[in-house]
């Protein structure tokens, strides 16, 4: 049986579930369960790394230039992880049970996946080693609470129906990996874009600031419009 490490929760599903998805869709030729239903926050794959810094730096920050001090940011990256394959979330924007089915290695196009375009200045794959063993593809979900029997039934029923829409892909590694990539980078711009609202309204603008020198000046334009009433700190 192969060895994925593909999980890294503790949260399992239920095993009677699991019992009734293998009685659904029986064995893989390694001996793996064709249908399993996991937490999706415990999936993780191996992809392409790339620098990590510190979660409290801006983006201007990371290697950026210092334009009050006109120089560069002296700021360095935690550790550097580019051109080597790390360990990351699969599916970092999805939250609760997710249904997979297993699809053999000829679901994936060997000349594909070691395409120049597709891997590390040394050759290595970005989209991690090829699964000789196959691999779980997301089908269903996510779901907040463990599917019924009845309702896996039902949607495994229907997926068969439908199977000539689904298949295993490198395509489909590639968006996931987009995808993935791209959730974090907005999420990463959420949150810089927050801190620079809170600094714009306390440091850069006199009307909202609690600093004593936006107090003067507020005083100091009520003054020159004639208001009387204190409107400082």
């Given at each position: 049986m192969p060895i994925r490490n593909d999980l890294c929760g503790v949260t399992l599903c239920p095993s009677e579930i699991a019992d009734y998805l293998l009685t659904l869709g029986g064995q893989t030729p390694f001996g793996e369960p064709i249908w399993r239903l996991v937490l999706a926050q415990s999936v993780v794959w191996k992809v392409a790394g790339g620098k990590i810094w510190d979660n409290n730096l801006s983006l201007s920050e990371r290697g950026g230039f210092d334009l009050g001090e006109g120089r560069p940011h002296g700021n360095k990256p935690l550790r550097d992880e580019t051109g080597t394959l790390v360990e990351r979330l699969r599916y970092p924007h999805l939250d609760g049970w997710i249904l997979q089915r297993w699809f053999p290695p000829s679901s994936y196009s060997r000349s594909q996946w070691f395409a120049p375009e597709n891997c590390l200045p040394d050759g290595t794959p970005r989209l991690g080693p090829f699964p000789q063993f196959g691999d779980y593809e997301m089908v269903g979900g996510p779901v907040q609470r463990v599917p019924s029997k009845s309702e896996l039934h039902t949607f495994i029923?229907?997926?068969?129906?439908?199977?000539?829409?689904?298949?295993?892909?490198?395509?489909?590694?590639?968006?996931?990996?987009?995808?993935?990539?791209?959730?974090?980078?907005?999420?990463?711009?959420?949150?810089?874009?927050?801190?620079?609202?809170?600094?714009?309204?306390?440091?850069?603008?006199?009307?909202?600031?609690?600093?004593?020198?936006a107090g003067r000046i507020r005083t100091q334009r009520a003054e020159n419009l004639g208001i009387r009433e204190h409107v400082g700190n």
């Amino acid at each position: 049986m192969p060895i994925r490490n593909d999980l890294c929760g503790v949260t399992l599903c239920p095993s009677e579930i699991a019992d009734y998805l293998l009685t659904l869709g029986g064995q893989t030729p390694f001996g793996e369960p064709i249908w399993r239903l996991v937490l999706a926050q415990s999936v993780v794959w191996k992809v392409a790394g790339g620098k990590i810094w510190d979660n409290n730096l801006s983006l201007s920050e990371r290697g950026g230039f210092d334009l009050g001090e006109g120089r560069p940011h002296g700021n360095k990256p935690l550790r550097d992880e580019t051109g080597t394959l790390v360990e990351r979330l699969r599916y970092p924007h999805l939250d609760g049970w997710i249904l997979q089915r297993w699809f053999p290695p000829s679901s994936y196009s060997r000349s594909q996946w070691f395409a120049p375009e597709n891997c590390l200045p040394d050759g290595t794959p970005r989209l991690g080693p090829f699964p000789q063993f196959g691999d779980y593809e997301m089908v269903g979900g996510p779901v907040q609470r463990v599917p019924s029997k009845s309702e896996l039934h039902t949607f495994i029923s229907s997926y068969y129906r439908g199977l000539e829409s689904r298949a295993g892909s490198v395509e489909g590694r590639i968006r996931e990996a987009v995808n993935a990539a791209e959730y974090e980078r907005r999420k990463e711009d959420d949150r810089v874009r927050a801190l620079t609202d809170d600094y714009m309204r306390d440091k850069c603008s006199y009307l909202h600031s609690s600093s004593l020198e936006a107090g003067r000046i507020r005083t100091q334009r009520a003054e020159n419009l004639g208001i009387r009433e204190h409107v400082g700190n």
